[in-house]
């Protein structure tokens, strides 16, 4: 079963706009990490944010986590064409293997 | 620097036809090494996971089974391939020990017909 949730499960927005997506998931993590997929490609890392953290910032990308309400939401600011992919959250439970459960992903396309 | 390799980058094969799938890691030593499925539009599930050679965990019972013959070598196979074996089958590695990110390889695209 999948631990982390996005939402929305797809997002159209403008050049320029801002885009933000959301991962809720169920049981205590050691991490959160967000990736993202261009279409047919490998995953990219993007960020890490660890249960003690509670906002990271990474060039236009800003990564809040409120481990209260089992959440973390991905903001990109001033969004390009460049950033039309699929995000997703991963998150680590300090389980043998340093295994990640992923979400089912958020697809974001930016217009020009 | 690390680099990550996987072939065939896509594959069509027939159900009933034996599988295997190549995953090799160069600039690290000793590392965790995953394969996951991604079916079309959704997440990624994890199918095996190796945290040193000979050493295979299993996550979900299939038809499928991976091998870690070298330290950096990690290898997807299947005896009968089925139907539902088709999807997008990525490989990745992280460090041995700690919190750190996993990192990707191109992916292979496998069809049944």
């Known amino acids: 079963s999948q631990q982390g949730e996005e939402d929305p499960q797809a997002l159209s927005i403008q050049e320029g706009e801002n885009a933000t997506m959301n991962c809720s998931y169920k049981?205590?993590?050691?991490?959160l990490q967000w990736y993202r997929q261009n279409s047919g490609r490998g995953l990219v890392h993007l960020i890490l944010?660890?249960?003690?953290?509670r906002e990271k910032h990474s060039g236009r990308l800003r990564v809040t986590l409120d481990t209260s309400k089992k959440s973390s939401s991905l903001l990109i600011t001033a969004s390009r064409a460049a950033d039309t992919a699929s995000y997703f959250c991963a998150t680590d439970a300090r389980a043998a293997g340093n295994k990640l459960t992923f979400g089912g992903g958020t697809r974001v396309l930016v217009k020009p | 620097s690390q680099t990550i390799h996987q072939w065939p980058a896509t594959l069509v094969q027939p159900v009933g036809s034996p599988l295997s799938l190549e995953c090799t890691v160069e600039g690290t030593s000793n590392p965790n090494l995953y394969w996951y499925r991604q079916a079309a539009g959704r997440g990624l599930q994890l199918l095996f996971y190796?945290?040193?050679?000979?050493?295979i965990s299993s996550e979900v019972p299939q038809n499928l089974s991976a091998s870690r013959p070298q330290d950096r070598q990690f290898i997807l196979s299947s005896k009968k391939l089925l139907l539902s074996d088709s999807g997008f089958y990525l490989c990745?590695?992280?460090?041995?020990?700690?919190?750190?990110?996993?990192?990707f390889g191109p992916g292979t695209r496998l069809t049944v017909t």
């Open positions: 990745a590695w992280s460090p041995g020990q700690g919190d750190y990110e996993q990192y």
């Open positions: 049981t205590s993590i050691n991490n």
């Open positions: 190796s945290v040193g050679i000979g050493q």
């Open positions: 944010i660890r249960s003690n953290e």
